[in-house]
């Protein structure tokens, strides 16, 4: 996950003081972000109004660091809010929530200014909350407060549209227990508790899955209460536009209140049994339906991206 933060915002201690050396030349790039790149990882721990960004200036930038997600964060200087507008996009469109995008940015962020607590507010005005602790070592525990987005229609194919998940999975038609859509329009597939869904044991069709979904669908959920291992309250496996999704953190919004239900408990140990894998605390805040999802994250790098024009005047000043 790559996350740019809008350097028009307060730029970190470091740069600011490389900015004042005498005959430095950044000392004129005011038109660039600064980026970070962050991985969710399994955690040690048992707007209203569109955003200003130049969408077809993200684009080649998502072309050239081909990441499955990169997030832009920006806080208007003119807003006396403190809440920080986020946008994510693929190689190939926007997407309009992105758990573990929140995660990145939020790791992102309190690297450049110093903070610990962000609010964000995303592109269809979706509010949603972090909280960051990070070790000497880099390593962080990100922890987020999600808006709830329960299913919400039980979807009662016919036999053909389940066959077709079926085959997409390759399991019998009879292991898919139910099938259900959420707002955020992701088909949720609760499978048979005693299915190994893993990717190690299944070898899943993502593009029939999106085939077989109805049309405008934004991922495919299977999830199970995974009666392969007590330690894990439930399972869930994310694919999206053909493709699966390594670690998600924005379907929790369903799957928390829906095994809330389901389960009658309100804290949750989840497994993402994807080949690169992950796991995470979950919380179903019943009251006020919200959920508090606990994660990690390690950065990988910082850097800044320099926009078209700025290298050109650098080399002028050497």
Same mark, same amino acid.
């Given at each position: 996950? $790559?996350?740019?933060?809008?350097?028009?915002?307060?730029?970190?201690?470091?740069?600011?003081?490389?900015?004042?050396?005498?005959?430095?030349?950044?000392?004129?790039?005011?038109?660039?972000?600064?980026?970070?790149?962050?991985?969710?990882?399994?955690?040690?721990?048992?707007?209203?109004?569109?955003?200003?960004?130049?969408?077809?200036?993200?684009?080649?930038?998502?072309?050239?660091?081909?990441?499955?997600?990169?997030?832009? $964060?920006?806080?208007? #200087?003119?807003?006396?809010?403190?809440?920080?507008? $986020?946008?994510?996009?693929?190689?190939?469109?926007?997407?309009?929530?992105?758990?573990?995008? =929140?995660?990145?940015?939020?790791?992102?962020?309190?690297?450049?200014?110093?903070?610990?607590?962000?609010?964000?507010?995303?592109?269809?005005?979706? =509010?949603?909350?972090?909280?960051?602790?990070? !070790?000497?070592?880099?390593?962080?525990?990100?922890?987020?407060?999600?808006?709830?987005?329960?299913?919400?229609?039980?979807?009662?194919?016919?036999?053909? &549209?389940?066959?077709?998940?079926?085959?997409?999975?390759?399991?019998?038609?009879?292991?898919?227990?139910?099938?259900?859509?959420?707002? =955020?329009?992701?088909? $949720?597939?609760?499978?048979?508790? !005693?299915?190994?869904?893993?990717?190690?044991?299944?070898?899943?069709?993502?593009?029939?899955?999106?085939?077989?979904?109805?049309?405008?669908?934004?991922?495919?959920?299977?999830?199970?209460?995974?009666? =392969?291992?007590?330690?894990?309250?439930?399972? #869930?496996? &994310?694919?999206?536009?053909?493709?699966?999704?390594?670690?998600?953190?924005?379907?929790?919004?369903?799957?928390?209140?829906?095994?809330?239900?389901?389960?009658? #408990?309100?804290?949750?140990?989840?497994?993402?049994?994807?080949?690169?894998?992950? !796991?995470?605390?979950?919380?179903? #805040?019943?009251?006020?339906?919200?959920?508090?999802?606990?994660?990690?994250?390690?950065?990988?790098?910082?850097?800044?991206?320099?926009?078209?024009?700025?290298?050109?005047?650098?080399?002028?000043?050497?």
């Amino acid at each position: 996950m $790559i996350s740019f933060v809008d350097a028009n915002q307060e730029l970190s201690d470091q740069l600011s003081a490389l900015k004042r050396r005498k005959n430095n030349p950044l000392g004129s790039a005011v038109n660039h972000k600064r980026m970070s790149e962050v991985r969710r990882k399994a955690p040690t721990l048992s707007f209203q109004a569109p955003m200003q960004f130049r969408v077809e200036n993200q684009a080649r930038r998502l072309d050239e660091l081909n990441h499955s997600e990169t997030a832009f $964060i920006h806080r208007p #200087k003119s807003s006396p809010s403190p809440i920080y507008e $986020i946008r994510w996009f693929t190689p190939h469109l926007e997407e309009a929530y992105c758990g573990h995008g =929140l995660v990145a940015a939020a790791h992102a962020l309190s690297r450049s200014t110093g903070e610990m607590q962000f609010t964000f507010r995303t592109v269809n005005g979706m =509010l949603a909350s972090a909280s960051i602790q990070e !070790s000497a070592s880099g390593k962080a525990t990100i922890s987020l407060a999600l808006p709830s987005s329960p299913i919400h229609v039980s979807l009662a194919p016919s036999a053909d &549209v389940r066959l077709a998940f079926a085959k997409a999975l390759r399991i019998n038609a009879d292991q898919i227990l139910t099938i259900g859509q959420n707002p =955020l329009r992701d088909i $949720i597939l609760e499978l048979a508790p !005693s299915l190994d869904f893993s990717a190690n044991a299944l070898d899943i069709d993502p593009a029939a899955l999106l085939e077989a979904s109805p049309m405008g669908t934004r991922s495919q959920v299977l999830t199970s209460s995974w009666e =392969l291992d007590p330690s894990f309250d439930f399972a #869930k496996r &994310v694919f999206a536009y053909g493709v699966e999704d390594q670690a998600t953190g924005s379907t929790y919004s369903a799957l928390a209140p829906y095994w809330g239900e389901r389960l009658g #408990k309100r804290d949750f140990m989840d497994l993402q049994p994807s080949s690169r894998g992950g !796991s995470a605390r979950v919380r179903w #805040k019943e009251g006020d339906g919200g959920v508090e999802v606990l994660a990690g994250s390690v950065r990988v790098g910082d850097g800044l991206l320099l926009r078209p024009g700025v290298m050109e005047g650098m080399r002028a000043r050497l």
